[in-house]
T-cell receptor, first 116, second 110 residues
Framework: NAGVMQNPRHLVRRRGQEARLRCSPMKGHSHVYWYRQLPEEGLKFMVYLQKENIIDESGMPKERFSAEFPKEGPSILRIQQVVRGDSAAYFC??????????????FGPGTRLTVL | GQSLEQPSEVTAVEGAIVQINCTYQTSGFYGLSWYQQHDGGAPTFLSYNGLDGLEETGRFSSFLSRSDSYGYLLLQELQMKDSASYFCAVNMNRDDKIIFGKGTRLHILP
């Protein structure tokens, strides 16, 4: 059973370009979460999605950032017109919709975004 | 706002026991989780406390006191491979986001 997959693992963009980060959850998981981690910092929640629905986007900047989790295919985190401050590791996590009494999230390997 | 406080760094000797404390102030609370992250790696789940008391999983134990908004992670028989960052995290609801602390970097000396 493959774990959470993220690609690309490393992404370099110049200021003003778009960054597109992909996440495929574990098989059978219908909940996807995106987090951002700066060096020496904890993970900051960005957005929580279920298939075709954004459940909570309270951690996502209002401008330039968007996320989707379509009926078919991976979840996408899209950053438009990137700036140097967007450089960070972006982690995706997934969890099953039912089963455990608590939310154990399984993390992907992350995408390291560098903005030049 | 939401805040979780944990020490930024802890150093211990191989074979010893170490405790990492966490206090939290959040607008909601469903349970307290602990995650481990090695340098350059992904966070991995270690334990969860939904009720007060101690949960034991092998060499790792975790404790929660909801009335004190406090928990800790206890690592026994430390091994060099335990060198990593450890994050306490508040589960806001059963399926909702997790709020992470800034992490405690554990250094283990031979």
């Amino acid at each position: 059973n493959a774990g959470v997959m993220q690609n690309p693992r490393h992404l370099v963009r110049r200021r003003g370009q778009e960054a597109r980060l992909r996440c495929s959850p574990m098989k059978g998981h219908s909940h996807v979460y995106w987090y951002r981690q700066l060096p020496e910092e904890g993970l900051k929640f960005m957005v929580y999605l279920q298939k075709e629905n954004i459940i909570d986007e309270s951690g996502m900047p209002k401008e330039r950032f968007s996320a989707e989790f379509p009926k078919e295919g991976p979840s996408i985190l899209r950053i438009q017109q990137v700036v140097r401050g967007d450089s960070a590791a972006y982690f995706c996590a997934s969890s099953p919709s039912a089963g455990l009494a608590y939310n154990e999230q399984f993390f992907g390997p992350g995408t390291r975004l560098t903005v030049l | 706002g939401q805040s979780l406080e944990q020490p930024s760094e802890v150093t211990a000797v191989e074979g010893a026991i170490v405790q990492i404390n966490c206090t939290y102030q959040t607008s909601g609370f469903y349970g307290l989780s602990w995650y481990q992250q090695h340098d350059g790696g992904a966070p991995t789940f270690l334990s969860y406390n939904g009720l007060d008391g101690l949960e034991e999983t092998g060499r790792f134990s975790s404790f929660l006191s909801r009335s004190d908004s406090y928990g800790y992670l206890l690592l026994q028989e430390l091994q060099m491979k335990d060198s990593a960052s450890y994050f306490c995290a508040v589960n806001m609801n059963r399926d909702d986001k997790i709020i992470f602390g800034k992490g405690t970097r554990l250094h283990i000396l031979p």
